[in-house]
């Protein structure tokens, strides 16, 4: 049974920073591409980052240049640190797995596999 499992959410301020650690249960992570995702209530979850196995990774334009996914396949982990953060980051962000052959898909209903989600609060 796969199992991701996120942390690391919280309440910061305005241009702070944070740092969602996910851990998963894949027996072959190293072949899953990563993603990111954030929703907020009334709204479709957005894509945040994405990682392939390799170590690749794309980002949306909401959040490049302020946050960075990683990952550290003998640990079956990613990160995602998030500077400089805005009260428009404010959501419940989702780690999620998938297969795809090292291809990042934005689109959420592409993983079949998620965690349960960490509040992140940005307060301005």
């Known amino acids: 049974q796969v199992q991701l499992v996120e942390s690391g959410g919280g309440l910061v301020q305005t241009g702070g920073s944070l740092r969602l650690s996910c851990a998963a249960s894949?027996?072959?992570?190293?072949?899953?591409?990563m993603g990111w995702f954030r929703q907020v209530p009334g709204k479709e979850r957005e894509f945040v980052a994405g990682?392939?196995?390799?170590?690749?990774?794309y980002y949306a334009d909401s959040v490049k240049g302020r946050f960075t996914a990683s990952r550290d396949n003998a640990k079956n982990s990613v990160w995602l640190q998030m500077n400089s953060l805005k009260a428009e980051d404010t959501a419940v962000y989702y780690c999620?797995?998938?297969?795809?052959?090292?291809?990042?898909?934005?689109?959420?209903?592409?993983?079949?596999?998620w965690g349960q989600g960490t509040q992140v609060t940005v307060s301005s």
């Open positions: 999620a797995a998938m297969f795809a052959g090292g291809a990042i898909t934005i689109k959420w209903y592409d993983y079949p596999y």
């Open positions: 894949l027996r072959t992570f190293s072949a899953c591409t």
């Open positions: 990682i392939s196995g390799s170590g690749g990774s």
